[in-house]
């Protein structure tokens, strides 16, 4: 059975990028285009990892991750923030949050598997 990852990312360029590379590393890819979105199907599908962007509309990565962690049946998903957003001290402040990685676009494409693929449950991808 394919792992499942939720990816909210608000932007369709970024989001179509993810979801092929995801695939492509043998994953079963749902998405959001908003915090909100993102937050209402965590509970619910139980994604083995959630890949996550912080500059969004609705409510921004920080408070999805916030309320991930805060949420008990999402408290122990590992994250991996992936954002251009890169402000001073907004890896420290997601790390503090709990969140698993922390990536800044624009990624390496091999980069980004190799993370996923370290947070992923090992008997998940064959």
Do not use: W
């Not at 499942?4 to 749902?30: P, Q, S, W, Y």
Request: net charge negative.
């Amino acid at each position: 059975m394919k792992p499942k990852v939720l990816l909210i990312e608000d932007n369709d360029t970024n989001r179509h990028l993810a979801t092929f590379l995801l695939e492509r590393t043998g994953c079963e890819v749902h998405s959001a285009s908003d915090g909100a979105r993102g937050l209402a199907l965590a509970g619910g599908l139980m994604p083995a990892l959630i890949v996550l962007d912080i500059q969004m509309p609705e409510l921004d990565g920080f408070e999805v991750a916030a309320r991930l962690r805060a949420a008990e049946p999402t408290t122990g998903i590992p994250i991996l923030v992936v954002s251009s957003y890169a402000q001073a001290g907004d890896r420290q402040r997601m790390l503090a949050l709990g969140v698993a990685d922390y990536l800044e676009k624009p990624f390496e494409p091999d980069d980004f598997i190799a993370r996923v693929t370290r947070l992923l449950p090992p008997q998940t991808l064959r």
